[in-house]
DNA sequence: CTGATGACCGGAATGGTATTCTGGTCATCA
DNA sequence: TGATGACCAGAATACCATTCCGGTCATCAG
């Protein structure tokens, strides 16, 4: 077993680092294994003794930014259980991944940076709407009156990844029309999911202080799912 | 001057058949001119008499489709004033865009069958932002009641589009999730954007009939200009 | 004995060139 | 006078020779 020795993880997030910073400078196409090796310092077969193959070695460097993600998005959550609330969740989410070079490039579809991965096999990077709205957070949403009461979850599913996907998408076919500041536009994302999918009054601080503790778990479990996705060789990951 | 005339108006709209059945059928790049030419059984040189260039042979497709479902809208709208109502438009234009094959390729930018002319210059295709939510619109619907009152209309010109194109762009990121209808889907939209965009209490039925002719004079307006984009040589078409 | 390495292999990507194809023009024709 | 299709230049394609690179594994260092 090679995991969970603190020297196989620095390795890997040196690794990793490397990875992040020539997908970002050259794009994945351009990027060699041999040149990941060489910058971090390890020779190219130890590369694969962490990630079976080039495709994994990059969905790691995702998901180790899915993980710096939801780690802010769960300490903002601790911080203020407000903050639980989906259009107050998914206005951070925008911001965290439109601030994060490697994740915005994978929520655009960033095509200079992603090209070649992007059309990979089924490989829905980071299998975003999973990321994006699990149903266990929308459900003690609605179990704590904080969706609205006319919704059925299932409709969810689809309408609240289109929203959303709407506002990941939508920049480059606006062009010269308003260019809105990234706090704006999250602004905008809140609150067009606070009216079309809360609840018109907005509920008690009570409600929001109950759903708070099974979100945060839900939130943390994710987390780790995707840390166990961006390291070590011998875990799953199909 | 060429146009006016009736033969002429016949010979473009056999033109435009031509090329669009070969488009749906071939896809963008496949197509030529001679082929389109043969087809509609006129010469070569014919098709320049109307278009200044390929491009805008396949523009004018799109326009003269554009015009179909406008006109559809539009008799609607005169059938029943509510049907002004912001998601009672973009229901029935998501529902008529989705069932023109041509229209279809263009809102979801189906690469397979417009490959090449999605990335054309700066021609946004059929300027569809302009198309979907045009400021006349939606300032009569301010005007009259028919929009949130907190709502600045600049920002509509960033969210709305946001929001709509999100609906037209999800669904190859969904994959074996629920495969909801088109109707259903359409209805999503509609119950979003109602919720978003439109007071919580509905207005008045006074409101839609005052709103319900300015309003079908911008889309008529509308109607026009697309219809002069379709047919003629002559026309400015920049 | 264990974990790291880099030379090596096969298939895929790339570059260069000869050939075909096609958008657009215009002299000619009906 | 409006319609046509032969014609041309440049772009797309097909082909092949060469390079490149992901992944393996025999070998080595500690």
Redesign the interface.
């Known amino acids: 077993m090679t995991e969970s020795q603190p020297g196989q993880i620095d390795r890997a997030d040196r690794i990793l680092d490397a990875a992040k910073e020539l997908l970002l400078r050259w794009g994945y196409r351009r990027v060699t294994i041999d040149e990941i090796a060489r910058h971090a310092g390890v020779g190219k077969g130890t590369v694969y003794l962490h990630w079976r193959s080039r495709e994994q070695l990059f969905f790691a460097v995702g998901a180790r930014e899915a993980v710096a993600m939801l780690t802010a998005v769960v300490a903002a959550m601790r911080q203020d259980p407000k903050e639980i609330a989906l259009h107050r969740y998914m206005r951070r989410f925008f911001l965290e991944a439109m601030s994060r070079p490697v994740l915005r490039a994978i929520f655009t579809r960033d095509g200079d940076v992603l090209d070649r991965f992007l059309s990979s096999p089924?490989r829905?990077p980071l299998q975003?709407?999973k990321l994006l709205a699990s149903r266990e957070y929308l459900g003690v949403l609605a179990d704590n009156g904080l969706l609205?009461a006319d919704l059925r979850p299932?409709?969810l599913?689809?309408?609240l990844?289109?929203?959303?996907?709407?506002?990941f998408?939508?920049d480059p076919?606006?062009?010269d029309?308003?260019e809105?500041s990234l706090p704006d536009?999250a602004d905008?994302?809140a609150?067009?999911l606070r009216?079309?999918?809360e609840p018109?009054k907005p509920p008690s601080s009570a409600r929001f202080a109950a759903a708070a503790p099974p979100v945060i778990a839900v939130f943390d479990g994710h987390t780790d799912d995707y840390r166990r996705a961006a390291y070590g060789a011998s875990t799953d990951q199909r």
């Open positions: 089924a829905r975003s709407s609205r299932a409709d599913d689809y309408t990844p289109a929203v959303v996907f709407g506002f998408g939508i076919f606006l062009a029309e308003v809105l536009k905008q994302l609150d067009t009216h079309a999918f018109a």
